[in-house]
């Protein structure tokens, strides 16, 4: 409802980005939780299409929309998307790494829409360039590269399953030494904490487990840390929802995705709960076997070195 206590007008989400990023799996999915979808509609019936003859419709629309549809201009989609009566207007954009996508059109046989005579890697490349200012001025842009289809959905149930009067809030852990984590707003480093890898009777564990916790609660810098974090998300976060912004990711990060930016993300989820927020967690590199070579480090040689 609107301060008036006008209901607000339905919501009309452009879902566009890569070709084999997961626009079919979001549309399904959206099609589900009861938004009115179509894909591929050319651009010079969008209007129509919302308002269904004179009368806007009072579902939420979403509207699928690449490389492949008639009349797809990114500059123009985007003025064209918010000069749409009657409607809040919002872009998604589905990205994906470019390994991924090679793998995906290699696993089911298709060939690129800007390709169709060359290797896929060409017309990524070219699609990329092509839909840059549409991943420029997306609202929001969810990277499907490492996110399973049932993943997704959870993501997009958080994000468009319902009305919210604060932003969708995700606090993520991952591993440095696979990858920055290409969605969070706000990264934390947690590498200047000791490493519970190489403590042997930790290392089989991970930052879910309370002798993880403990270990790390051990350290003065990890309390302190912990305390001006929660404070600056907890003083910026309902700035953000004030600027309009709809989705936070914060991520917090370590060398190898299991132990310090787990137990710093399982725990900093549990402070903002706490603060009245409903922060959802996602570990991207939990899963992934601990390893030495990943850390990246030699193993200390004593105690007071482990502890620094």
């Not at 403590?199 to 403990?214: K, S």
């Not at 907890?234 to 990060?253: L, N």
């Not at 903002?272 to 991207?284: C, D, K, Q, S």
């Amino acid at each position: 409802m609107t301060s008036g206590g006008q209901k607000r007008p339905p919501r009309l989400l452009l879902v566009t980005g890569m070709s084999g990023a997961g626009k079919s799996t979001v549309l399904d999915a959206l099609e589900d939780m009861g938004w009115d979808v179509v894909d591929n509609l050319p651009a010079d019936l969008i209007e129509a299409f919302v308002h269904g003859g004179d009368q806007c419709r009072t579902a939420n629309v979403a509207i699928g929309m690449d490389v492949r549809s008639r009349g797809f201009d990114p500059e123009a989609l985007h003025d064209q998307i918010h000069a749409t009566p009657g409607v809040q207007p919002e872009i998604l954009y589905l990205d994906c790494g470019e390994a991924e996508l090679i793998r995906r059109y290699d696993e089911t046989r298709r060939r690129h829409p800007l390709a169709m005579d060359r290797p896929a890697e060409d017309g990524i490349a070219r699609e990329r360039r092509e839909t840059f200012l549409l991943r420029a001025a997306a609202d929001s842009v969810i990277d499907t590269t490492d996110l399973s289809p049932a993943t997704l959905r959870d993501e997009l149930r958080l994000r468009y399953g319902g009305a919210t009067d604060q932003p969708v809030l995700t606090i993520s852990s991952f591993a440095f030494s696979r990858g920055i984590s290409r969605t969070g707003d706000l990264v934390f480093d947690m590498r200047f904490l000791p490493n519970p890898h190489w403590v042997e009777e930790l290392r089989p564990l991970t930052g879910e487990d309370p002798e993880i916790r403990a270990y790390l609660q051990k350290e003065p810098a990890w309390s302190e840390a912990m305390d001006r974090i929660e404070a600056l998300l907890i003083d910026w976060i309902p700035r953000y929802w004030a600027a309009g912004k709809s989705y936070v990711t914060v991520a917090f990060g370590c060398t190898g995705g299991r132990h310090r930016s787990v137990a710093a993300a399982t725990e900093m989820a549990e402070r903002l709960r706490r603060a009245g927020m409903a922060p959802n967690v996602r570990h991207r590199d939990l899963a992934s076997l601990p390893r030495d070579t990943i850390e990246r480090q030699r193993a200390p040689a004593s105690e007071d070195e482990l502890n620094g």
